[in-house]
Structures are given as C-alpha cells and as structure tokens.
C-alpha cells in the first residue's frame, strides 16, 4: 500500500508569491489533515478536511486555506506569502478522522520564503 | 484554547539510559494521547498511544504513562539505543477530535 504522498518536495518562493501543495492520501483514507513544522514549534494544526468539507481548522490567517477532491487528494494554498511561512508543510491522512485515529504523514514539503 | 506543553526541549543521554519525556494538556475533554517519533529528515510516525480509560501502556522497551487528573502523560524509554535518537512529540487529542501537538522534544542518545 502506497504512502501519503507530497509534492513537490522543496519549493522556494519569494515574498508577495502564492503557492500550492498537493498531498495524496493512503488509498481509502478519506480524511487529510494539514500541519506546519517549524523549529520550535513543533506541528501546528492548519485544518482537516473529510469529504470535500473543511472539518476543522487552527489559528492560521486567511491566506492559508486548502481544499480536497473527490479522491480525497487534499491542496492547501498559501497567498502573499511572508518570511515567516518558511515552514515544512506535512500532510498526514487517516481513514476517518475521528478521535483517535492514527495519523498518517507525507514526507512534507519544504517551503522557504526569501 | 487548547494547549500542550512539552518538557524538556531537549534531552542528552547515555546509550543505556533512561529518558523520561513529559507532557501537560489543557483541555479536560482530552482521551487519546499518541507519541510520534521523527527521525532527521524523515516523516513523524506513530511510536505508541494511550487512551483515557487506561493508566499506563508498555510496548518493549517504551511506555507510556497518563494521569488524567493531573492532565499530564509522560514517555518512558528504557536501555537507551542510538537509534532512539530522533525528535519525539506528544499530542492530545482536543474537543474536536483534532490532535494538538506539542512542541517537540529532541533526544540525542550517546555511544
């Protein structure tokens, strides 16, 4: 069975840029939850998305929003892009999403703002 | 809003050794609680998870111990491997069966 999947894998943008990740989930997992990773941080939770509908969401301003797809690959799009967006991006994917599902993650995609 | 603290940052051991890995949740409403393991450069993967009805939960040389009242879980690992060496991170799961992490703790264990 295939992992979860994301791309690309290293993307570096400038300041004012949007951008777009892709993240594919394990095969019949309907649910793709989005974190952000920084030193220090540790993982933020972004949103969780579980057919096509956004479920839940974190403290994050507008420019972040994703959306899934009917074959629940989920995208998650960054707007006007600032230095402090410099993160890795992890997806991670679970059958349902519910409490206490074990999370699935993506090798991430790591983005640098400059 | 919901909060999960993680003590230390970091840990330095002796292969061999024990490393405790401490973490203190807000919300009451809180019952699964899993740990991740991140290797450098590689993706988090779940190491071991306890849910709220139960006190402690072992699996070779981890454990992983609750108290509910005290709102805290706690790691324990035991006989200290080099490959232990990695970034682990507690997380609880909050009232809208979103986990919330912690901010990571990153064990170096020494030959």
């Known amino acids: 069975k295939a992992g979860v999947t994301q791309t690309p894998r290293y993307l570096i943008k400038t300041r004012g840029q949007q951008v777009t990740l892709s993240c594919s989930p394990i095969?019949?997992?309907?649910?793709v939850s989005w974190y952000q990773q920084t030193p220090g941080q540790g993982l933020q939770f972004l949103f969780e998305?579980?057919?096509?509908?956004?479920?839940n969401k974190g403290n994050f301003p507008g420019r972040f929003s994703g959306r899934q797809f009917s074959n629940s690959r989920s995208e998650m799009n960054v707007s006007t892009l600032e230095l402090g967006d410099s993160a890795l991006y992890l997806c991670?994917?679970?059958?349902?999403?519910?409490?206490?599902?074990?999370?699935?993650f993506g090798s991430g995609t790591q983005l640098s703002v400059l | 809003g919901e909060n999960v603290e993680q003590h230390p940052s970091t840990l330095s051991v002796q292969e061999g050794d024990s490393a405790v890995i401490k973490c203190t949740y807000s919300?009451?409403?809180?019952?699964?609680f899993p740990w991740y393991k991140q290797e450098l450069g590689k993706r988090p993967q779940l190491i071991i998870d306890i849910r709220s009805n139960v006190g402690e939960k072992k699996d070779q040389r981890i454990a992983v111990t609750l108290n509910k009242t005290a709102k805290h879980f706690s790691l324990h690992i035991t006989e200290t491997q080099p490959e232990d060496s990695a970034v682990y991170f507690c997380a609880a799961s909050g009232s809208t069966d979103k986990l919330i992490f912690g901010t990571g703790t990153r064990l170096q264990v020494f030959p």
């Open positions: 998305y579980f057919s096509e509908t956004q479920r």
């Open positions: 095969s019949g997992h309907r649910s």
């Open positions: 919300d009451s409403a809180s019952n699964y």
């Open positions: 991670a994917s679970s059958l349902a999403g519910g409490d206490g599902e074990k999370l699935f």
